[in-house]
C-alpha cells in the first residue's frame, strides 16, 4: 500500500529498524533499555531545493543522528520525517 504523505522541498521520510532485543551475549534487553535506532530505510523523499537536488531515493537504506529528525506515527507504523542534511551516509 503506497503512503499517502510527500515530503517537501528537502525532507525525506523515513522507517526506522527495529531496535535490537537482544545483545551478542544472549541478554534480554527490557524496553526501557533499548537504544534508538540509527538505520531506517527511506519510504518517501521530497524534490529537493532549486540549489540542491535530493542525493537519497526511496528504498535506500540510511544512518542518522541519534537525535534527527521528527517522530509520527502513520497508518499504524512508526516513521521519522528529517531533513537530508540529518542523514549520515547512505549504507
Same mark, same amino acid.
Given at each position: 500500500?503506497?503512503?499517502?504523505?510527500?515530503?517537501?522541498?528537502?525532507?525525506?521520510?523515513?522507517?526506522?529498524?527495529?531496535?535490537e532485543t537482544k545483545t551478542a551475549s544472549?541478554?534480554?534487553? &527490557?524496553?526501557n533499555a533499548k537504544e534508538k535506532p540509527?538505520?531506517?530505510?527511506?519510504?518517501? @523523499? =521530497?524534490?529537493?531545493? *532549486?540549489? +540542491? &537536488?535530493?542525493?537519497?531515493?526511496?528504498?535506500?537504506?540510511?544512518?542518522?543522528?541519534?537525535? @534527527? =529528525?521528527?517522530?509520527? *506515527?502513520? +497508518?499504524?507504523?512508526?516513521?521519522?520525517?528529517?531533513?537530508?542534511?540529518?542523514?549520515?551516509?547512505?549504507?
Amino acid at each position: 500500500m503506497a503512503l499517502k504523505i510527500k515530503p517537501l522541498a528537502d525532507r525525506v521520510l523515513i522507517e526506522p529498524e527495529a531496535a535490537e532485543t537482544k545483545t551478542a551475549s544472549g541478554i534480554i534487553i &527490557p524496553d526501557n533499555a533499548k537504544e534508538k535506532p540509527q538505520q531506517g530505510k527511506v519510504m518517501a @523523499a =521530497g524534490k529537493g531545493t *532549486k540549489d +540542491e &537536488p535530493m542525493t537519497v531515493k526511496i528504498g535506500d537504506t540510511v544512518l542518522y543522528g541519534k537525535y @534527527a =529528525g521528527t517522530e509520527l *506515527k502513520l +497508518e499504524g507504523k512508526d516513521y521519522l520525517i528529517m531533513h537530508e542534511s540529518d542523514i549520515l551516509a547512505i549504507v
